[in-house]
């Protein structure tokens, strides 16, 4: 029985995942084109309040940036509240979004300005409603003296992310950390069907732990550079071997940051695609050759959505 289930849910993945490349739209293009590169993105389970991080060309900068949603218009970003002093990046809803993970190199004390290595913070607060609390190291044993990054949470408070620890299978892996007793437990690598000696990393939990949507990076089936994986789970708690979202969602050009909004069945990630053709295009003035240099899909990093069931 566990066999046949399991077909059927890899059946309707390849069937979802079909859709032509003209199904991936750009997010929020008008607040995102203003700024030079933009990298990945997180919704409240409410649908009216958004963060995502900006940065700088070269990534000497990176801060998260807040919108909001009243009725159907967004507001003008503003820097989050917790964010602009320091380098934060890839921020996260707790599937209730009384939590929002994120991740910092800010000193653990706050009359220092001393940078430290980039760990796992969170916010909380008591509903949607409330206001935020002050920014919380989640501490040991998620955080060590190397990177962590990437946190993302199921439900029942186990906690996946990136790490370069030395428990690795090879480079950058996908931990999980169960939450047990209100402690987290020492992260494992998960199994060998998600991570390799390369690069696996910014991995996307689902609320129910069904299934994981990660980045692997120049994998033999991938596309040429970073892409979307998923693997999914059986009852018994084993992954099965990761699938490459295919070439209907990657592109060859770095794919990553996945977030999946479980009420839409939206994928939103980020990519650093191009359509700038440099044998193929025309450029009569001025004003068209900046249109051209200033698309969105000029190879910085945007970010894009597709409706797809997982």
């Given at each position: 029985m566990k066999e046949i289930i399991l077909f059927l849910v890899l059946i309707t993945s390849q069937f979802t995942i079909s859709q032509e490349k003209s199904d991936i739209h750009p997010v929020l293009k008008k607040i995102m084109v203003q700024f030079p590169t933009v990298r990945d993105f997180t919704i409240a389970p409410t649908e009216d309040e958004a963060y995502f991080t900006v940065q700088g060309y070269s990534g000497e900068l990176s801060t998260i940036v807040k919108v909001s949603k009243k009725?159907?218009?967004w507001s003008t970003p503003e820097v989050a509240p917790f964010s602009g002093r320091f380098t934060d990046l890839e921020a996260m809803f707790s599937p209730d979004g009384l939590k929002l993970f994120f991740v910092s190199n800010r000193p653990l004390n706050t009359?220092?300005?001393?940078v430290k290595d980039?760990?796992?913070?969170?916010?909380?607060?008591s509903d949607p409603n409330a206001k935020w609390s002050t920014p919380k190291n989640i501490g040991k044993p998620i955080n060590t003296d190397g990177d962590e990054f990437y946190p993302s949470i199921a439900m029942n408070g186990n906690l996946y992310f990136t790490s370069t620890a030395n428990t690795s299978k090879g480079k950058d892996d996908i931990f999980m950390s169960q939450w047990k007793n209100n402690i987290y437990t020492n992260p494992i690598s998960l199994s060998e069907a998600i991570n390799s000696k390369g690069y696996e990393y910014n991995s996307y939990i689902a609320p129910d732990e069904s299934f994981l949507i990660f980045g692997g990076y120049k994998r033999k089936d991938g596309m040429g550079s970073g892409d979307l994986y998923i693997s999914y789970r059986d009852t018994l708690g084993?992954?099965?071997?990761?699938?490459?979202l295919s070439s209907k969602i990657n592109s060859d050009k770095m794919d990553y940051c996945p977030f999946y909004d479980i009420k839409t069945q939206t994928l939103y990630f980020t990519s650093k695609r191009n359509l700038i053709k440099t044998n193929n295009y025309q450029s009569k003035n001025l004003k068209q050759l900046l249109e051209?240099?200033?698309s969105y899909k000029n190879g910085l990093s945007r970010i894009y959505s597709t409706s797809i069931k997982l």
């Open positions: 009725d159907t218009t009359t220092s300005t001393e980039h760990d796992i913070w969170y916010i909380e607060r084993v992954w099965s071997k990761a699938k490459n051209t240099m200033n």
